[in-house]
């Protein structure tokens, strides 16, 4: 079945180091989304991905969908203490469908 | 935006008995909800996807019979865990996909902490 591959599984950086998740897939997606869970919460949404090589930018997060929309990344740039948590990518085979999620990256940040 | 409630938002149980989890859309109208189960320090994985008024859809390997899933209103549904036992214990989230709108995003329930003893 499709699955949805996030590496790494955990990262540590100094505070105003820049942190990139990536994701891939196994199979062509409709669409990517990424989310933020912090410790003890629920997922909370970013932002979803939807054209080929489309990039999105929220502030010091940039987002990227691969020409191919098989893969994707996350980017931080100058990480700050607020920014730790687990980053899931998550993926949909067509519009509405259910969402498969990566395992993971957990971003731990010490100032 | 869209908001989705989910209760209880923990529930400790005995082992056997069952339990209910509503998923609520508050203000649209969910056509579609999904069910997830995440257990501690790993990733949500889909359970089953709820259509109203039909059947739900479940993923390999998820029991239908010990998790019955409800979708009885555009608004409303129930997941039961059926005689539950200690390894079900896990956080189940629920999400709903609205019937306007970006036929993509869905929006997520707090989730519900599920302990049994």
């Known amino acids: 079945g499709q699955q949805v591959m996030q590496i790494p599984q955990y990262q540590h950086v100094q505070e105003g180091e820049d942190f990139t998740t990536y994701c891939n897939s196994s199979?062509?997606?409709?669409?990517i989304q990424w989310y933020k869970q912090r410790p003890g919460g629920h997922p909370v949404f970013l932002i979803q991905?939807?054209?080929?090589?489309e990039v999105k930018k929220q502030k010091r997060l940039t987002f990227q969908f691969g020409e191919a929309k098989k893969n994707s990344s996350l980017h931080i740039t100058a990480t700050q203490t607020t920014d730790v948590g687990t980053y899931f990518c998550?993926?949909?085979?067509?519009?509405?469908?259910?969402?498969?999620f990566g395992k993971g990256t957990t971003l731990s940040v010490s100032s | 935006g869209a908001v989705v409630s989910q209760h209880p938002s923990w529930v400790i149980c005995k082992s056997g008995t069952s339990v209910k989890i509503e998923c609520r859309s508050l203000d649209f109208q969910a056509t579609t909800m999904f069910w997830y189960r995440q257990f501690p320090k790993q990733s949500l994985m889909l359970m089953a996807t709820?259509?109203?008024?039909?059947?739900?859809?479940?993923e390999q390997g998820v029991e239908k019979d010990k998790f019955l899933i409800n979708h009885a209103s555009l608004t409303l549904s129930t997941l039961t865990v059926t005689s539950a036992h200690p390894e079900d214990s896990s956080f189940y989230i629920c999400s709903a996909r609205g019937t306007s709108g970006s036929s993509y995003e869905q929006y997520f329930g707090p989730g519900t902490r599920l302990t049994v003893t």
């Open positions: 199979t062509t997606l409709s669409n």
């Open positions: 709820s259509n109203e008024g039909s059947k739900a859809t479940y």
């Open positions: 991905l939807v054209k080929s090589g």
């Open positions: 998550a993926g949909g085979r067509q519009a509405g469908t259910a969402l498969i």
